[in-house]
């Protein structure tokens, strides 16, 4: 196993603090805040620490504050509700005094019943397409340090990108992304492991697809681009460390925000998990967005 796969299942498993309260740390991996993804996946996983035997089956979420990566968060779990069936669990994340996430997890006893599915997306396979971390030896040099540095080093999970990734944002695309992920090396059989880091790389790309009509780039200072919410259903057992197809849309952007939902789908066809978001998308002055990406500015 990579060490930095172990590194985020580490991070993931949070510190017990009392019966229902966890502590997690942060990691840089390039963005100006910390990673969305990484305070879905942990906050999940606080939650899933105060439920026995049953099974996450959605989660909704709301961002409230920009996280600091320099300082720990506190997960607080509120046991709403333990029915027949399923289990309500709702968590904030606090930083500095103030919650920076809003999530409410339901949980289910394992059962069966109707069943039906989108159908998959004709796209290719992963096998022969570039790996994310390739397209590092042909950067533009408008892609900033912080990108440079997410593309070339380590990283838990191997993308591949069904098209071509145009950094610099110039063309103008339909509202589709189609991208192929799993963990870079096998992980232990915990269901509870493989959702939250399936939690994790939920947030990866998904806010972008809303940019793609407009030839815009995130890699510009001119961009504005925050998660407000995030919602995400768990339909049949994840196994990430096996390829998924992440097969995103954006139906809408209006009102300096944008709308995309995603699909997530095994390499035999079966629909794993369906996620939406919206987040900002807003276009300002560069100096005024360098300002909004420090996250001990924001108010």
């Known amino acids: 196993m990579y060490s930095v796969l172990e590194d985020l299942i580490s991070l993931l498993q949070l510190e017990r603090i009392e019966d229902n309260i966890f502590r997690g740390d942060s990691r ?3 963005s100006p805040q910390v990673f969305g993804g990484q305070v879905l996946g942990q906050a999940l996983s606080a939650a899933q620490h105060t439920v026995d035997s049953r099974v996450a089956h959605s989660l909704h979420a709301y961002f409230l504050r920009r996280g600091d990566i320099t300082a720990p968060i506190v997960y607080e779990v509120d046991r709403a509700r333990d029915g027949g069936s399923f289990s309500n669990r709702r968590v904030v994340a606090i930083q500095h005094g103030r919650p920076i996430l809003n999530l409410a997890a339901s949980f289910q006893n394992p059962e069966t019943g109707l069943e039906h599915q989108a159908t998959m997306p ?3 396979g992963p096998d022969g397409l570039q790996a994310l971390h390739e397209y590092a030896q042909d950067l533009p040099d408008c892609v900033p340090m912080k990108m440079r540095r997410f593309l070339t080093e380590k990283r838990p999970f191997e993308f591949r990108p ?6 610099e944002g110039r063309e103008k695309l339909p509202p589709i992304f189609y ?3 799993r963990t870079v090396s096998d992980i232990p059989e915990d269901r509870t492991l493989h959702q939250n880091l399936l939690a994790y790389v939920s947030d990866y790309e998904l806010l972008g697809a809303s940019t793609l009509p407009h030839g815009l780039s995130f890699i510009r200072e001119n961009v504005i681009m925050a998660s407000l919410d995030h919602a995400l259903w768990f339909h049949r057992r994840v196994k990430i460390n096996q390829w998924h197809l992440y097969a995103i ?15 997530f789908f095994n390499q035999d066809g079966d629909l794993i998990a369906s996620t939406t978001q919206e987040g900002l998308v807003r276009i300002v002055d560069p100096k005024r967005a360098k300002k909004r990406s420090d996250p001990k500015k924001q108010s």
């Open 28 to 30: 840089d991996i390039g």
């Open 249 to 263: 849309d954006s139906p809408n952007a209006s009102g300096a925000r944008g709308f995309s939902r995603g699909h």
């Open 162 to 167: 069904v098209r071509p990734i145009d950094f």
């Open 122 to 124: 004709d796209v290719p």
């Open 179 to 181: 991208v192929w992920i």
